[in-house]
C-alpha cells in the first residue's frame, strides 16, 4: 500500500493486486490491533543495527526513516504516542486508523484497487517481466511490477509465500524462510504446571549438545506446552535456524543472572539458617515465585516437605545448579502459523538499495517482508515495509 501510494502520489498509473477481499488483514492484527507503526529510537544507525543485514536499509531510510513515517502519519490525521521502549502507536490505538491512512494515500494518487485476485505466477521474457498471471487466468500487464507480497507467517491473513517460488524460478536467490519471533516448545511435561508463570529478567541460554550456541536476557513467559516472553522469542529465530538441520537443542534458563554459583549458595543458605525450622516448599517463597517451587524440587529431586535442617548440602547444591542451569529440552517452535515475522527471503545482493530495483529483472521492485530482513518486535519490521516500499513506489513513479 505504501508502494502503491507513493508510485501513485509520484504520477505513475497504479494497479495494487490483492487476493483477500480486502486489503491489510496483516497490517490490522499487528500490535495486537493497535499497530505499532516504528520505533523512535535515537538514530537511523541504532535502527539499523537491531537487524543482521540492517545496512541494506540506509539508502531507503534516508530517503523514507521514522521521523518520515511518523510525519506521513501525523499528517493524514493519524497522531502518535511513543510508549516504552520507543515503540510508536497511533494515539487512538487502533490500526484500523493506519489502514485508512494508507487506503486515502492511495486515492488521492488514483491507485486503482483489485481485491479477490489472486497472482498465481510471472510471465518473464529476457530480463522483463511481460505480465502476471492470475487465478481466474486473466492476465495483467504493465511497464512495471512491486512485489511486497509479504513472508510466511501467520498465512491465514494472505502471507503464504508463494511469491518464493515465482522468484525462484526466474532467477532470483530465496534464502531459507524460517519463522521468527515464536513461541518454543518444550518436551518437559512438567511444563503446564507453569502455563501463565512470567519471569522478568533471567537468562535464556541455547545449547546445542555441550555447546552454548546463542544467549538472552530478558523476561520469560511460561506456556502450556513451552515458553515465550521476550527472551526467547528473540532466540527462536536461532533455534528455528539450528532445526532446520534436525539438531536436538536445550534451553539452560538461569534464573539468577547476576549471581554466580557461590553467590547464589551464600544466598540460599543465609535463607535455609533463617528459617531453618519451616518446610522446605514454605521457606522457598523468599528466594522463587511460589508456583515455580514444586516444580524446582522436582526437577532436583527432593522431596518439598522436608523440614530445612534435613535438607543435605549435595541436596541443596543440585537444587541451585537447577536455578542456575534450568534444563528444558526443545521439541520445536509454533513455526510460521504463529511467528510475528519471516526470516529469509529475497537475496538483499540481488536487490539495489537506492531504488528496490531486481538486479536480475529490469521491471521488478521488491518491498517489505519478502526481502531477507527481520528486525526485533517493537515497530522495526513495519517501518521496514514503510522505507523499502516507500523508495519502490518512488522509483517508479519518477523513472
Ligand atoms: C500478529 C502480528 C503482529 C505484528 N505486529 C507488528 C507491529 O506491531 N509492528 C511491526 O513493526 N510489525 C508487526 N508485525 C510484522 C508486520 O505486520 C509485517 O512485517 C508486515 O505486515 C509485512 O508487510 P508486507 O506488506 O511486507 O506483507 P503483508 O502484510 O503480509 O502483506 C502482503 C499482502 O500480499 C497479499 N498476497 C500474498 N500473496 C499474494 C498473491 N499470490 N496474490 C495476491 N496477493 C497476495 C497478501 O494477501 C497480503 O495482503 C506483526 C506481525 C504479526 C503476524
Request: net charge positive; charged share 25%.
Amino acid at each position: 500500500m505504501m508502494a502503491a501510494g507513493r508510485a501513485g502520489e509520484t504520477d505513475a498509473k497504479v494497479l495494487l493486486v490483492e487476493k483477500n477481499n480486502r486489503l491489510g488483514i496483516k497490517l490490522l492484527i499487528s500490535g495486537n490491533g493497535r499497530c505499532n507503526i516504528t520505533n523512535q529510537v535515537s538514530n537511523p544507525r541504532e535502527f539499523i543495527s537491531r537487524f543482521d543485514n540492517g545496512s541494506f536499509l540506509f539508502s531507503s531510510m534516508n530517503k523514507f526513516g521514522v521521523d518520515e513515517v511518523i510525519d506521513f502519519f501525523n499528517n493524514r490525521g493519524v497522531a502518535t504516542k511513543v510508549e516504552k521502549e520507543n515503540q510508536v502507536f497511533p494515539i487512538t490505538d487502533r490500526s484500523q486508523d493506519v489502514l485508512k491512512a494508507l487506503v486515502d494515500y492511495m486515492k488521492e494518487g488514483g491507485v486503482e484497487v483489485k481485491t479477490d485476485a489472486e497472482v498465481k505466477e510471472l510471465r518473464v521474457v529476457g530480463k522483463r517481466i511481460e505480465n502476471i498471471i492470475l487465478k481466474d487466468g486473466k492476465k495483467i500487464t504493465a511497464e512495471n511490477y512491486i512485489i511486497a507480497t509479504g513472508g510466511k507467517s501467520y498465512p491465514a491473513t494472505g502471507s503464504t509465500g508463494e511469491a518464493y517460488g515465482w522468484l525462484t524460478r526466474i532467477g532470483h536467490t530465496i534464502i531459507t524462510p524460517v519463522p521468527a519471533y515464536t513461541p518454543v516448545v518444550v518436551k518437559e511435561k512438567f511444563i503446564k504446571e507453569l502455563e501463565g508463570l512470567s519471569l522478568t529478567d533471567v537468562v535464556v541460554n541455547l545449547f546445542d549438545g555441550k555447546r552454548k550456541i546463542d544467549s538472552k536476557r530478558g523476561g520469560a513467559l511460561f506456556t502450556f506446552n513451552g515458553l515465550s516472553g521476550p527472551a526467547v522469542l528473540a532466540l527462536s529465530k536461532k533455534i528455528n535456524q539450528e532445526l532446520v538441520s534436525q539438531k536436538k537443542l536445550d534451553l539452560k534458563l538461569d534464573f539468577y543472572p547476576d549471581l554466580d554459583f557461590a553467590l547464589l549458595d551464600k544466598k540460599v543458605q543465609a535463607t535455609f539458617q533463617a528459617d531453618n525450622n519451616r518446610v522446605l516448599k514454605n521457606c522457598l517463597e523468599k528466594l522463587l515465585p511460589q508456583r515455580f517451587i514444586p516444580v524446582a524440587l522436582f526437577v532436583a529431586g527432593i522431596d518439598s516437605e522436608k523440614k530445612v535442617n534435613l535438607v543435605t548440602g549435595e541436596e541443596r547444591r543440585r537444587l541451585i545448579h537447577k536455578l542456575k542451569e534450568f534444563n528444558l529440552v526443545i521439541d520445536g517452535t509454533v513455526g510460521f502459523n504463529k511467528a510475528v515475522v519471516t526470516a529469509g527471503g529475497v537475496a538483499l545482493s540481488e536487490i539495489d538499495p537506492k531504488t528496490m530495483k531486481s538486479k536480475l529483472i529490469d521491471n521488478l521492485y521488491l518491498a517489505g517482508e519478502i526481502l531477507d530482513l527481520d528486525g526485533p518486535t517493537g515497530g522495526f519490521n513495519l517501518q521496514v515495509c514503510w522505507s523499502t516500499g516507500y523508495t519502490a513506489g518512488e522509483s517508479i513513479g519518477l523513472k
